[in-house]
């Protein structure tokens, strides 16, 4: 009884894993694209940093 709940707890583990990188790859490659988004406004005018770092 005790190797099935640690199978079933390993794969609970890894799919919840696997979910949130997923997640996280959307939610990077969205910042991805607003960034480069306001690089490309902010160059065309002035050609001023639009970031404060």
Do not use: C, T
């Not at 099935?4 to 890894?14: G, K, S």
């Not at 696997?18 to 065309?44: E, N, P, Q, T």
């Amino acid at each position: 009884m005790v190797p099935l709940l640690l199978v079933l707890l390993l794969a609970l583990v890894l799919f919840g894993a696997g979910f949130a990188v997923k997640i996280l790859w959307w939610v990077a490659l969205v910042v991805l694209v607003l960034w480069l988004l306001g690089f490309v406004a902010r160059s065309g005018s002035g050609g001023s940093r639009w970031y404060r770092w």
